[in-house]
């Protein structure tokens, strides 16, 4: 099946049913721990899908292997990303993320596919909100919910991908703000409610990618900008992130950019996150997230948390009154979003602390002057 969507035009801002859904995700985080989706990827595989369902039609010459390219399914076998998404929405997901991890131009030439960019996020929302369209339909009442996951990239500006040149940047500033705000634009165009900048490794990327969010609600004057989440990886027992920063370090670099939610997921399971969710939870000044991988990897890459060990977790960190929406990620399935879903159930949102007025600097660590 192949159903490439037709570009669309931009908008000058939001639609009156934009807002509305706009103030109605606001309204959810107010009333009540959300429950974001699982993994993408690992429902992917379940599938068994091969060369072919990559390719489709469209791409049935392409010069390039694109088996792997899980985003570029949103254009030739939507059925399955839009079963995945219903899946997670019968599990009792408030929230999917559309499956545009890698849509970006830079992503995407590994498969030499820059030039679709924009069609793979115009019908990687087309997916989600057919999914949530069809929920909403079947459960009167219900809203659902779709955010236009913006990946951290397979380039990073602040470290060197050459031992021997520590100079050496892959990409360049610009580069990197081009490619996000084309897939930004994109995102906004098919209609999501919020976006989220995720599984950050590298807090210049992550501050690119938000600095290409304010350029295009500039340009576009956006009486009512949609939610603007931020999500951050800690690669190890070191509690840092991949180009150094400890939680603290990484809030408050992006702080500045007054984000609708902060977080932490991927790379660590739930109880290895449980010491920077709680640091987290107690410096944000925003809502706080936490959807982690089931568990860490094994020695064939797969995930050994089941559902319950996953909501065992992240249960205790909404009785501790730590989190704003929790979810899965690597290795998450609707069995383990099901769980958490109850688990979860009947818990208070975490409620957001007044900060002390300081000047709050930071670099790999951060430096607070009252």
């Known amino acids: 099946m192949d159903t490439s969507p037709a570009p669309q035009p931009a908008t000058a801002g939001l639609s009156a049913e934009a807002s509305a859904r706009a103030d109605a995700f606001r309204r959810l985080f107010a009333s009540k721990i959300v429950l974001l989706d699982g993994a993408m990827g690992t429902m992917v595989q379940t599938f068994d899908l091969g060369e072919q369902d990559f390719r489709g039609e469209r791409f049935a010459a392409h010069p390039h292997d694109l088996k792997g390219n899980n985003d570029l399914l949103c254009l030739t076998r939507p059925d399955v990303v839009e079963r995945i998404h219903r899946d997670y929405f019968a599990a009792g997901a408030d929230l999917v993320e559309t499956n545009t991890f890698s849509s970006t131009s830079i992503a995407q030439a590994d498969y030499r596919l820059e030039t679709v960019v924009r069609d793979l996020n115009l019908a990687a929302v087309a997916c989600a909100r057919r999914a949530a369209d069809q929920v909403e339909a079947g459960t009167p009442g219900r809203r659902c919910f779709v955010a236009g996951a913006i990946g951290p990239l397979n380039r990073t500006l602040s470290m060197s991908p050459d031992v021997n040149r520590p100079d050496y940047r892959a990409v360049t500033w610009d580069q990197v703000v081009a490619a996000y705000t084309e897939q930004i634009a994109a995102l906004l165009d098919g209609g999501v409610d919020a976006l989220i900048v995720e599984t950050i490794f590298d807090?210049?990327?992550?501050?690119?990618?938000?600095?290409?969010?304010?350029?295009?609600?500039?340009?576009?004057?956006?009486?009512?900008?949609?939610?603007?989440?931020?999500?951050?990886?800690?690669?190890?027992?070191?509690?840092?992130?991949?180009?150094?920063?400890?939680?603290?370090?990484?809030?408050?670099?992006?702080?500045?950019?007054?984000?609708?939610?902060?977080?932490?997921?991927?790379?660590?399971?739930?109880?290895?996150?449980?010491?920077?969710?709680?640091?987290?939870?107690?410096?944000?000044?925003?809502?706080?997230?936490?959807?982690?991988?089931?568990?860490?990897?094994?020695?064939?890459?797969?995930?050994?948390?089941?559902?319950?060990?996953?909501?065992?977790?992240?249960?205790?960190?909404?009785?501790?009154?730590?989190?704003?929406?929790?979810?899965?990620?690597?290795?998450?399935?609707?069995?383990?979003?099901?769980?958490?879903?109850?688990?979860?159930r009947g818990r208070a949102p975490r409620q957001l602390p007044s900060a002390a007025r300081a000047l709050r600097l930071s670099g790999l660590e951060p430096l607070a002057v009252a």
Request: aromatic letters at 8%; one cysteine or more.
């Open 203 to 344: 807090t210049l990327n992550c501050k690119a990618a938000l600095f290409a969010i304010e350029q295009v609600f500039d340009a576009r004057g956006l009486a009512a900008r949609v939610p603007v989440m931020i999500s951050v990886t800690i690669t190890d027992a070191s509690g840092r992130t991949l180009s150094g920063q400890t939680i603290g370090a990484f809030y408050t670099s992006i702080a500045h950019a007054k984000p609708f939610s902060v977080g932490i997921n991927c790379a660590l399971g739930g109880a290895a996150m449980r010491p920077y969710v709680e640091e987290l939870a107690r410096i944000a000044d925003c809502y706080t997230t936490c959807y982690p991988n089931a568990g860490l990897p094994n020695a064939f890459g797969g995930y050994d948390e089941t559902p319950e060990d996953m909501a065992s977790v992240l249960g205790e960190f909404a009785a501790s009154g730590w989190v704003n929406l929790v979810g899965g990620c690597c290795g998450s399935t609707p069995a383990h979003i099901a769980a958490i879903a109850r688990a979860i």
